[in-house]
């Protein structure tokens, strides 16, 4: 499917307030500028980045409801904070309401709040896009920004770490994925 | 099986340099006052104690053969660091070496270095008392002696926590049942 921004960004725009519409074009446009500074194919990341938050502001019900009927959608996800099902929950519902065929993104777009192990290229893309986006103020993303100049997985990892110690200091349990993204992050760099 | 303390301090000692056997002790005092404190089974506290660290110092590749053959032991050890196999390969061994047959006992001694998902009473005690044991400098041990003297769920949840974060400081993968157990106690805690 060729991306045709203007049509999707119109898509999204209704499920989405202005802050989180805004929120999406600067991922859309950090995503672009990292897959130009690290490979990958630049309409994937456009069309991941405009779709990513697509679900952000559904009904917790009716996610609730696709989380238990959709054998794709893993139930653990009930049993933590429900600001972690937009992604995954969005990733299914594109593929019936927007007609999304593209795997690859949506993948991207169901693992964009936490991570998770053996991430693709889009899907490390679109998840650094989301954390370092100009708009976010996370303590140490300044830090995740200047990694992420010059390496993609060093930045992922910076990131999943810091959610992960972000998540620890407020006294939240932490979604299992998170962890392993950190893990098999980690052992990616310590391998290289 | 009646605790022989002699017996058992005997059959452990060859095992270990006087560092460790000291080590050893301590943290059987420390098993036997937490559960003088939080209740338990004083004698089996004192056994797991005495045991816990008994394959220590095995040759890495017998401890390797008992991984890739037992059943019981789980695989992903081996993509861990080696420091981590002495406590299940130990629990192990102990029942062909030393005719260890409470189950209650063996588990303890198999989770003491990495925590677990629903820890059993006795599993909290051993773990506890190894990290708080009057010979540990970690940072932050401190506070966590300060924790156990109330709180047995709090103080696990705070050695969880500073190994995972004394890991991700030293750019470590961190072992998966260390944040299972800090995701379930920190459940238990936040639902109490």
């Given at each position: 499917m060729r991306v045709n921004r203007e049509q999707a960004l119109h898509f999204v725009k209704p499920h989405l307030n202005t802050e989180r519409f805004e929120h999406t074009i600067r991922v859309t446009d950090t995503a672009i500028q990292l897959t130009e500074r690290f490979g990958g194919d630049v309409e994937q990341a456009e069309l991941a980045g405009i779709l990513?938050?697509?679900?952000?502001?559904?009904?917790r019900e009716e996610m609730r409801r696709w989380i238990l009927q959709d054998?794709?959608?893993?139930?653990?996800l009930l049993s933590?904070?429900?600001?972690?099902?937009?992604?995954p929950v969005g990733a299914v519902m594109l593929e019936f309401e927007y007609g999304l065929e593209d795997r690859e993104v949506s993948q991207a777009i169901a693992c964009h709040t936490t991570g998770k192990k053996n991430m693709s290229h889009l899907d490390k893309i679109i998840f650094l896009a989301d954390y370092i986006e100009p708009g976010r103020t996370f303590p140490g993303v300044e830090e995740v920004r200047k990694t992420a100049e010059s390496d993609l997985n060093k930045a992922c990892l910076a990131a999943a770490s810091n959610t992960i110690t972000f998540l620890m200091n407020k006294h939240q349990p932490v979604y299992p994925d998170t962890f392993h993204a950190y893990n098999n992050l980690q052992n990616i760099i310590l391998n290289s």
């Open positions: 990513h938050d697509y679900a952000k502001y559904r009904d054998h794709r959608l893993p139930k653990d933590h904070h429900h600001g972690l099902w937009h992604g």
